[in-house]
C-alpha cells in the first residue's frame, strides 16, 4: 500500500491524522490514509487489507479536501506568482485556472480511484496500465523526491517567516528578507525538520496533537487576512486592480512556471483516492466533494490574493515569500506582523509534521511489501513507542539533503515538476485504460468526459515542458535531477525483480541481503496455483477412476 505525497502546497496535517485513524491504532504499518481499503474483484491476495465500514458523506468528504489543500501555498506562493506574471489581474487568472486544472484532475483520479479500489494510488494506476515498473518507479520517485522536496520547501516557509520575526524593522519592513543570512535559514529549516521528527518519534499520537493544535491556525490567519483585504476595499483601496492586465508578461513560459507555484497552493486534490472506502457512495459522492470543495477553495484562494493586493503594492507582493506578515504590517502594525508570522508558523509546522507523519508510513510500507528499493530494516515498528523509529530518522535525513540546494520558489517548483509529471503519466494511463483489452471492460462508477482527461494531459505536458525551457540551460538542471533521480528506479527494479539473480551477484556479499518481497509473494502465488492445479489434477483422476470403476461394475451386473 503506498501513498501520495503529503501535500505541501495543502495541509495534510489536518484531516489525514484522524482519517482512517482506527487502523493506526491496531499498528498499521500504513499511512492511515492508504490503510484504508475496501476488497474489490480486482484485488489480489496480497492486497487483501482491513476492512473499513463506508460512513463519510459528501460533507464530511469536502471538509477532508479543503482541510487537505489549503495549508502553507497561500502564504508563500502568491509573491513567486505575481514575480513571473508581472500584473495583478494575469495572477488572478492563474490561480483561477490553477483551481480548475485542479478540479479536472481530481474528477480523473475520481474514475481511477472507483475503478481500481486497490490501496496505493498512483501505484496501482501506473501499474494497471503500463505495468508493474512504472507502479514502483513512481513509489521509487516518491520516497526521494515528492515527500521529502515538500517537507523540506514547507520548512523553508516556517524558517522564513521564524527569520522575518527575528530580523523585523518596522522602519523598513519591505527590506527585511535581504538582511536574513541564508545560513541561518538553512539551519532554522533543518531544525524545523529534526523537531518534528524526534516529536513524532516519541509517540504514536503526538503527531495527531500536533494536527488538532496547529489545524486552526492557518484557518484563522487565512480568514482574518480576507476580511481584511476586503474592509481595505471597502475604504476604496482599488488602485492595483485599476488596468489590471497593464504590466502582464508577454512570455508564455512565464505562466508555466507561474502555474507551478500556484498549483503547489492546491495540491492535496487527489488525496481522498486513498481513502475511498471510507466514502458511502463514492460514484455520487465523490465526483460532487471534488466540484464543491476545489471551487471553494479557489474561491477561497482568489479572494485571499485580492486581499494582499488591495492592502499592499504590487511591488511589495511581488519580491515578499513572508506576504501575510507584510499584510499585518500594514493594516494592523507591528502587532498585527508578529500575529501573522506566528500563525503561519503554527500552518506551516503543522503541515511539516503531516509531511514527515506520512512519509515515514510509506517508508515503512515499501520495506514491508515489496522491499524494492526499501530495505526491510526500515519497515520496524518502535514497540516501546508504537513509532517507526528507523523510518522517521530516513525521511528526515533526505528531506535534510533537500534543504540544501535552494530556496523556497527552487524546492516549490522541484516538487510541483514530479508531481504534475505523475499526475499527467497517471491520467494518461486513465485514458489508456479505456481501451487497453485487459482493463476496457472495468467497471467503472465514474466515468469523466474522456475530451476532458485528454484535455489535462495536454496541459500537462505544457506545464511539464514549460518551466524547463523557461530556465534555459543555467536552470534546467534541477528539474534534470529529478528525472535523473526518478529513472534509476528502473534499473533497480530490472536487479531486483526483472533479473533477480544479478542483484544477488552484485550485493549478495551483503550480510541479511534477499530477495524482494514481492518476488517472494510472487513465488507464493505460484506455489499456490500449482498446488490448487495439483488438487485439480487429482481430482480429475479420481473422477475418472470413479467413471471407470462405475462401468466396469455396469459391465459385471450384465
Not at 147 to 159: D, E, K, L, M, Y
Not at 305 to 326: D, G, H, K, R, W
Not at 451 to 466: E, G
Amino acid at each position: 500500500m503506498r501513498r501520495n505525497s503529503a501535500n505541501p502546497g495543502g495541509s495534510s496535517d489536518s484531516s489525514a491524522f484522524s482519517f482512517g485513524g482506527q487502523l493506526e491504532k491496531k499498528n498499521s504499518i500504513t499511512s492511515i490514509e492508504s490503510g484504508v481499503h475496501t476488497p474489490s474483484i480486482h484485488s489480489s491476495i496480497e492486497d487483501e487489507g482491513p476492512v473499513v465500514v463506508p460512513h463519510m458523506g459528501l460533507l464530511s468528504s469536502c471538509n477532508m479536501i479543503v482541510g487537505l489543500i489549503i495549508g502553507s501555498g497561500i502564504f508563500a506562493s502568491p509573491g513567486p506568482v505575481t514575480l513571473k506574471v508581472k500584473s495583478v489581474g494575469a495572477s488572478l487568472v492563474v490561480w483561477a485556472i490553477g483551481g480548475l486544472l485542479s478540479m479536472i484532475g481530481a474528477l480523473c483520479y475520481a474514475e481511477l480511484g472507483t475503478m481500481i479500489t486497490k490501496s496505493g494510488g498512483e501505484y496501482q494506476y501506473l501499474k494497471s496500465a503500463y505495468g508493474l515498473c512504472a507502479g514502483l518507479t513512481f513509489s521509487w520517485a516518491n520516497l526521494l523526491l515528492t515527500n521529502p522536496i515538500g517537507t523540506a520547501s514547507i520548512a523553508t516557509v516556517f524558517a522564513q517567516y521564524i527569520m522575518e520575526m527575528a530580523y523585523f524593522d518596522p522602519n523598513n519592513p519591505t527590506a527585511n528578507a535581504q538582511n536574513v543570512p541564508t545560513y541561518a535559514l538553512k539551519l532554522v529549516t533543518i531544525a524545523c525538520i529534526w523537531v518534528v521528527v524526534i516529536f513524532n518519534a516519541f509517540g504514536r499520537k503526538a503527531g495527531a496533537m500536533v494536527a488538532n493544535v496547529f489545524t486552526a491556525a492557518k484557518l484563522l490567519a487565512l480568514s482574518m487576512i480576507i476580511i481584511i483585504g476586503w474592509a481595505w476595499i471597502g475604504k476604496g483601496h482599488v488602485q492595483n486592480f485599476q488596468n489590471a492586465f497593464g504590466t502582464s508578461s508577454t512570455n508564455a513560459l512565464d505562466y508555466g512556471t507561474a502555474m507551478y507555484m500556484a498549483l503547489f497552493s492546491y495540491n492535496g486534490w487527489n488525496n481522498l483516492n486513498y481513502g475511498i472506502a471510507e466514502v458511502k457512495n463514492p460514484q455520487r459522492v465523490l465526483p460532487l466533494a471534488i466540484t464543491i470543495s476545489c471551487i471553494l477553495v479557489t474561491i477561497v484562494y482568489i479572494l485571499g490574493n485580492i486581499a494582499y493586493f488591495a492592502t499592499l503594492p504590487v511591488e511589495t507582493v511581488a519580491n515578499s515569500t513572508t506576504v501575510a506578515m507584510q499584510l499585518g504590517m500594514e493594516a494592523m502594525g507591528k502587532g498585527g506582523a508578529y500575529f501573522f508570522a506566528l500563525m503561519v508558523v503554527f500552518s506551516t509546522f503543522g503541515a511539516v509534521n503531516g509531511n514527515v507523519w506520512a512519509a515515514s508510513r510509506l517508508v515503512m510500507t515499501a520495506a514491508n511489501e515489496d522491499s524494492v528499493y526499501m530495505p526491510p530494516y526500515f519497515g520496524v515498528l518502535n514497540e516501546k513507542r508504537e513509532t517507526p523509529i528507523r523510518a522517521l530518522i530516513l525521511v528526515g535525513c533526505i528531506a535534510t539533503i533537500w534543504t540544501a540546494p535552494g530556496d523556497f520558489t527552487y524546492l516549490a517548483n522541484m516538487y510541483s515538476f514530479t508531481g504534475w509529471l505523475f499526475y499527467g503519466i497517471a491520467i494518461a494511463g486513465l485514458v489508456v485504460m479505456r481501451f487497453k483489452k485487459s482493463t476496457k471492460d472495468l467497471h467503472r462508477p465514474f466515468k469523466i468526459w474522456l475530451p476532458l482527461a485528454i484535455f489535462f494531459v495536454i496541459i500537462d505536458c505544457y506545464l511539464v515542458i514549460a518551466p524547463l525551457v523557461d530556465a534555459g540551460s543555467e536552470g534546467a538542471y534541477q528539474y534534470v535531477i529529478c528525472v535523473i533521480v526518478g529513472l534509476l528506479a528502473i534499473p533497480i527494479w530490472f536487479v531486483r525483480v526483472k533479473k533477480p539473480w544479478i542483484g544477488r551477484k552484485l550485493w549478495g556479499w551483503i550480510p541479511g541481503y534477499q530477495d524482494a518481497r514481492i518476488l517472494q509473494t510472487r513465488r507464493r502465488k505460484d506455489a499456490r496455483k500449482a498446488r490448487d492445479a495439483a488438487v485439480d489434477t487429482d481430482n480429475d483422476i479420481a473422477l475418472e477412476q470413479r467413471a471407470s470403476v462405475a462401468v466396469n461394475n455396469e459391465k459385471v451386473e450384465l
